[in-house]
């Protein structure tokens, strides 16, 4: 049996790691195991690396993919799809591990639909949005990397008592806003799941004042729904309230990098192997998740009909604490 695997999609801290464990687990099975580059365009190119278990050395501290990662276009094409497929049935690849989002997993499960390769999802994306797992892999990375980032501005707010907005990545979903809003202590947690009004946020604001603070940070996620963009809801807040003068930090890409923390390297390296296992029992159109510390299964198709949901009580806690 040869086994492909690739990553797909933006790039998250802990696929090098979930990259070696399928590799190594492949060698321990004795199963040959391929590496294609820059996802679903690899195949297409038939761009490919024969991976052994030293192949993956000193990788799993190493963000990013050694893999490489791409969105393909020709891939949504049903003539790149075939030639992706004539490519794997070259070289003899019975099956494919895919490392990314929603989207990398929408397009395994049309190609293993158009062409029955048999295809196992492993979930890799620092916004925790995929159903059928509790977390993703470099989701505890990226929240890391935001509550050190937002403790070193919380200094510069407290030094000038200034007003800081924060901007994370999570255009469609919400939790790394939340989590690490609360884990870095904002004041304010603006989400794509609320649709909160200005006013709210000007009425916490004057209310923080009131209190007795003298700083104040704001975490919004890219996809807030208020109608502005992180530098327009700075101005509306400066226009509105005289006590302030706002700040805007945009986090950007510096939430996908760095080295994986322990616990996305575990994750990877669990998911990693559950799904060689699975392919070697037969499985196929699933992705391996994790729930209640379990390593469980979950049909594809059930993944691109559902999505994550924010924990409401978060949400409670979130402004009990911002008082």
Same mark, same amino acid.
């Given at each position: 049996?040869?086994? @492909?695997?690739? =990553?797909?999609g933006g790039?998250a801290?802990g696929?090098n790691?979930? !990259? %070696?464990?399928?590799?190594r687990?492949?060698?321990y099975?004795?199963?040959?195991?391929?590496?294609?580059?820059?996802?679903?365009?690899?195949?297409?190119?038939?761009?490919?690396?024969?991976l052994t278990s030293r192949?993956?050395?000193?990788?799993?501290?190493k963000g990013g993919?050694?893999?490489?990662s791409a969105r393909?276009e020709?891939f949504?094409?049903?003539?790149?799809r075939?030639?992706?497929?004539?490519?794997l049935?070259?070289?003899?690849v019975?099956?494919?591990?895919?490392i990314?989002?929603?989207?990398?997993f929408?397009?395994?499960?049309l190609?293993s639909?158009?062409f029955?390769?048999p295809?196992?999802?492993?979930?890799?994306?620092i916004?925790?949005?995929?159903?059928?797992?509790q977390?993703?892999i @470099?989701?505890d =990375?990226?929240l890391?990397?935001?509550?050190?980032?937002v403790d070193? !501005? %919380?200094?510069?707010a407290?030094s000038?008592?200034?007003l800081f907005?924060?901007?994370v990545?999570g255009?469609?979903?919400g939790f790394?806003?939340?989590?690490?809003g609360i884990?870095?202590g904002?004041?304010e947690?603006l989400i794509p799941?609320?649709?909160q009004?200005?006013e709210?946020?000007l009425?916490?604001?004057?209310?923080?004042?009131i209190s007795?603070k003298?700083?104040?940070?704001v975490i919004?996620?890219e996809g807030d729904k208020?109608?502005k963009n992180?530098f327009?809801?700075?101005?509306y807040?400066?226009e509105?309230l005289?006590?302030?003068s706002?700040?805007v930090?945009?986090l950007g890409h510096?939430?996908?990098g760095?080295?994986?923390?322990c616990?996305d390297r575990v994750?990877a390296?669990?998911? @990693?192997v559950?799904?060689?296992?699975l392919l070697?029992?037969g499985k196929k159109?699933i992705?391996?998740?994790?729930r209640?510390?379990?390593?469980?299964?979950?049909?594809?198709?059930e993944?691109?009909?559902?999505?994550?949901?924010?924990n409401k009580e978060?949400?409670?806690i979130?402004d009990?604490?911002?008082?």
């Amino acid at each position: 049996m040869k086994i @492909g695997v690739m =990553t797909s999609g933006g790039d998250a801290p802990g696929m090098n790691a979930a !990259i %070696r464990a399928v590799v190594r687990a492949c060698a321990y099975y004795n199963v040959k195991c391929f590496g294609y580059y820059r996802g679903y365009e690899g195949i297409i190119e038939n761009d490919f690396i024969e991976l052994t278990s030293r192949s993956v050395k000193n990788i799993i501290n190493k963000g990013g993919t050694m893999l490489k990662s791409a969105r393909s276009e020709e891939f949504r094409l049903a003539e790149g799809r075939k030639k992706a497929y004539d490519n794997l049935k070259s070289e003899d690849v019975d099956a494919l591990v895919l490392i990314g989002g929603d989207g990398t997993f929408t397009g395994g499960a049309l190609f293993s639909k158009e062409f029955d390769i048999p295809v196992i999802g492993i979930p890799g994306t620092i916004d925790n949005d995929i159903y059928g797992t509790q977390f993703t892999i @470099g989701y505890d =990375t990226a929240l890391n990397t935001v509550v050190e980032a937002v403790d070193k !501005i %919380r200094d510069t707010a407290s030094s000038h008592n200034r007003l800081f907005f924060v901007e994370v990545m999570g255009r469609d979903a919400g939790f790394i806003a939340l989590n690490s809003g609360i884990g870095a202590g904002a004041e304010e947690i603006l989400i794509p799941e609320e649709d909160q009004p200005l006013e709210k946020l000007l009425e916490s604001l004057k209310r923080s004042k009131i209190s007795g603070k003298t700083s104040s940070i704001v975490i919004v996620a890219e996809g807030d729904k208020t109608g502005k963009n992180v530098f327009e809801l700075a101005e509306y807040v400066k226009e509105n309230l005289d006590d302030y003068s706002p700040r805007v930090t945009v986090l950007g890409h510096l939430q996908r990098g760095g080295s994986p923390s322990c616990f996305d390297r575990v994750l990877a390296s669990r998911l @990693g192997v559950k799904a060689v296992e699975l392919l070697l029992d037969g499985k196929k159109d699933i992705m391996v998740g994790v729930r209640n510390n379990e390593v469980v299964a979950t049909p594809i198709i059930e993944i691109m009909r559902c999505k994550n949901s924010i924990n409401k009580e978060l949400l409670r806690i979130s402004d009990i604490l911002s008082i």
